[in-house]
């Protein structure tokens, strides 16, 4: 038996028999481990609770021939609790957490930025210093970039020119100019590509004073672009609040 030691984020657990789970978590040393958490859904387990998504947990696995065995768990933080009892933060910790697997999606490579991405978003969001919309499209443009899917912001994605063109094409990498500009391309704008950019960088300032109309505008750029490079749609992106 292989015992190792590591911390992560549950990002989700499912039923497995009568007693055990199976969880999900993204850790900052393994990254993406799929685990068993045996007995954790009897009344009287250990550690059942502290298994619960959006949980910040230090870990002891046991390396099994297809899922590890969890050990031991230790509650670092629960960010669920900050979160659960408002429905946009709720629903934006849910769309970061699907993100966080589909992203990573390999398990057992370690993905220590996307890691601290998620830490730093969850913690902003249980903070409430900043709309949920803005923390959840602030992850979702980062965590993108980190995978090497960054949108194109101060130039032409196919040509590389720089300047403040007005197109946006989900399927070409982001901004475009005139002459690149594909079908199906649409115009934002100009304030919409400076709130993303600002999101992007971390400006908080800038992205805190924008309007509700680019804000709209925005997340649906982002949530756009993020399905369109994932096989597979974040399907908690239709719960989210964006009116």
Request: with cysteine; net charge positive.
């Amino acid at each position: 038996m292989s015992l190792y030691r590591d911390e992560g984020v549950v990002l989700r657990n499912q039923k497995l028999g009568e007693a055990d789970r199976i969880v999900t978590l993204l850790t900052r040393r393994t990254g993406l481990v799929r685990a068993v958490g045996k007995g954790v859904r009897r009344t009287k387990s250990r550690f059942g609770a502290r298994l619960e998504p959006c949980t910040h947990v230090d870990l002891q696995l046991h390396t099994g021939r297809t899922l590890d065995v969890i050990t031991q768990a230790e509650t670092l933080r629960s960010y669920g609790e900050a979160v659960v009892s408002d429905y946009a933060r709720y629903t934006a910790a849910t769309a970061m957490l699907e993100t966080a697997e589909k992203v990573v999606s390999v398990e057992k490579d370690p993905a220590l930025r996307q890691f601290l991405l998620l830490i730093g978003a969850l913690r902003t969001l249980g903070e409430g210093s900043h709309d949920s919309r803005l923390v959840l499209d602030a992850y979702l443009l980062r965590s993108l970039a980190v995978a090497g899917y960054a949108p194109a912001l101060d130039g032409c994605a196919r040509c590389g020119s720089r300047g403040e063109h007005r197109a946006f094409a989900v399927h070409a990498g982001g901004m475009v100019c005139s002459v690149c500009r594909p079908h199906g391309s649409v115009h934002p704008s100009p304030d919409t590509f400076r709130l993303m950019s600002a999101l992007l960088g971390g400006d908080w300032e800038s992205a805190d004073a924008s309007e509700g109309r680019h804000r709209s505008e925005c997340s649906g750029l982002v949530a756009a672009y993020l399905q369109w490079h994932l096989e597979n749609g974040i399907r908690s992106l239709r719960h989210v609040e964006r009116s």
